[in-house]
């Protein structure tokens, strides 16, 4: 799977002269919390979030009035607070890639650049959508989770037993284990109940850690 699958292709986008209160009300009304800038060329040149906003915005403490207040934030631009080192992704870089830039950079979105121009944004709510239809959550059926050893063909001989009891396997995760000799792999099947699947599971797995109806 690749980003180009997954993005934001309806993008909304800020100019670097789009005032701060403008800015803010058009997120609102987008209700999104993130917003690339580009130039009058089409160029992204930075990228502003709800909290860039806020931090430019007055503290309540402030002594200024009302109008003060509005006077000034009419004179800071998008461009006086925006970040302009922004990290990127590439329609076509693998998804998993995408998650860990955005994990390792604390960041929840990334702008997607095809041919070096600005072609949709990324964000953990893709990476969401991604993940519940990934692990099959909008399916009914049996979720296992098991630890398996650690070696060559033990995926295979799991779902083999799953196939062989007639379950249809609609997601299939494999995680890191409780040590270096096994791994923990989360199964969701349908077709079979659970007390079918657990029977299919028990002599190819080292230990069923949970299963449950969904």
């Known amino acids: 799977m690749f980003v180009k699958e997954c993005m934001t292709r309806k993008l909304v986008v800020a100019d670097p002269d789009l005032s701060v209160p403008r800015a803010v009300k058009l997120m609102r009304q987008e209700h999104i919390r993130r917003l690339p800038v580009v130039d009058k060329r089409g160029k992204l040149v930075g990228i502003v979030s709800d909290k860039d906003l806020l931090h430019a915005s007055p ?21 006086d607070v925006m970040t302009r080192s922004v990290i990127t992704v590439t329609e076509d870089a693998p998804l998993e890639d995408a998650a860990r830039i ?42 296992a989770t098991t630890l398996v050893h650690n070696r060559p063909g033990e995926l295979a001989r799991l779902t083999r037993a799953i196939a062989d009891a007639g379950g249809n396997i609609i997601a299939l995760a494999d ?4 040590s270096q000799d096994n791994r923990q792999v989360l199964v969701k099947a349908n077709g079979i109940s659970k007390d079918a699947l657990v029977a299919a ?11 449950r109806e969904t």
């Open 59 to 79: 503290s309540p403490a402030t002594s200024l009035s009302v109008w003060e207040i509005t006077t000034l934030l009419s004179e800071i631009k998008v461009r």
């Open 102 to 143: 955005m994990a390792d950079n604390k960041i929840g979105g990334l702008p997607v650049l095809a041919q070096g121009k600005l072609a949709g944004i990324i964000t953990e709510t893709d990476l969401f959508r991604v993940f519940v239809e990934l692990l099959g959550a909008r399916e009914p059926g049996v979720r």
């Open 175 to 178: 995680n890191a284990g409780t």
């Open 201 to 211: 599971l028990e002599p190819a797995v080292l230990e069923i850690v949970d299963v």
